[in-house]
């Protein structure tokens, strides 16, 4: 796990100028990977969040355009990969041996899995958040359009957290009327889960921070002492905690339903962190 951190410009004197000359070759490379990168995470919000508009918020299509930008990002990053493989290392092999090139390809992998992979799984939840929370601003509007009974045209208030089919019984001559939502209504939903991870970016970060932390540790085995390790996992239990209860309560306000279930859904996430924490540490 520490494999890439801190090895990267360790770089001896007296190196063959040549060498050195393809190194700074693919040290340009990966800069250019890496701005393209982080470019293209602008341009697809801004290109996302206008399409969800032009469409007039049918959520399908812009969602669909997302995954494609988001397959071409994971191809960048194998790119790296391939080029490394394919180009440099052979021109690299010429002045050193294929031990001595595990800190080059690390450069790469490092750009790969902690920027781009580790960026994308962020990035997904800010842009998905974005675009969910834009809909339901614009969805939410027609929960508050005028609904009338179908007998006696009495105004019927509709339940404004149910985004589903319902019955309401008429007030003025008890009627019973279904209201049928229209589709961007229902379309709600589906768009909570987003708005919901979003909301609890804060609380996704310290959870993410608190397991790096724990993987930086060396591997317990069994004859170590276990404190800092019990102190690493503690912290990270309650980190995973604090996310899924802002996650679920988040929810909850939009779909109370659910509500009566954040305990029972938070014990249900937290199960694996318990389990490997049993295998791993044995408590
Ligand atoms: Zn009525």
């Known amino acids: 796990m520490g494999f890439f951190s801190r090895k990267k410009d360790v770089t001896p004197k007296q190196e063959n100028p040549e060498f050195l000359a ?5 040290d340009v490379f990966l800069d250019r990977i890496k701005t393209r990168f982080l470019d293209s995470l602008v341009d697809a919000e801004e290109a996302l969040l206008s399409n969800l508009e032009e469409s007039d918020y049918d959520i399908q299509p812009t969602m669909t355009a997302w995954a494609g930008i988001k397959s071409q990002l994971m191809a960048l990053g194998e790119k790296i990969d391939t080029t490394f493989d394919e180009k440099v290392k052979p021109q690299m092999l010429q002045y050193k041996e294929h031990f001595d090139l595990l800190d080059q390809r690390a450069k790469g992998a490092f750009l790969r899995e902690k920027i781009i992979l580790k960026g994308l799984r962020r990035f997904e939840i800010v842009l998905e958040g974005k675009i969910s929370t834009r809909f339901y601003n614009h969805a939410v509007k027609f929960l508050n359009e005028d609904f009338y009974c179908t007998q006696c045209s009495a105004k019927i ?40 991870k979003f909301q609890a970016i804060e609380e996704w970060d310290a959870k993410i921070k608190a397991e790096n932390e724990l993987n930086e540790m060396p591997t317990w085995s069994r004859n170590m002492d276990i404190t800092p390790h019990r102190v690493a996992l503690e912290k990270q239990e309650n980190a ?24 029972h859904d938070i014990a249900v996430k937290m199960r694996w962190f318990y389990e490997d924490r049993k295998r791993e540490y044995n408590f």
């Open 22 to 26: 393809v190194v700074a070759k693919w």
């Open 157 to 196: 208030e509709v339940r404004k957290d149910l985004f589903r089919a319902h019955y309401v019984s008429c007030d003025y001559c008890n009627t019973v009327n279904t209201f049928t939502p229209n589709d961007k209504i229902s379309q709600i939903r589906w768009v909570v889960d987003n708005i919901a």
């Open 240 to 263: 995973d905690k604090a996310f899924w209860l802002k996650y679920f309560t988040v929810r909850a306000m939009f779909l109370p339903e659910y509500q009566k279930t954040i305990e």
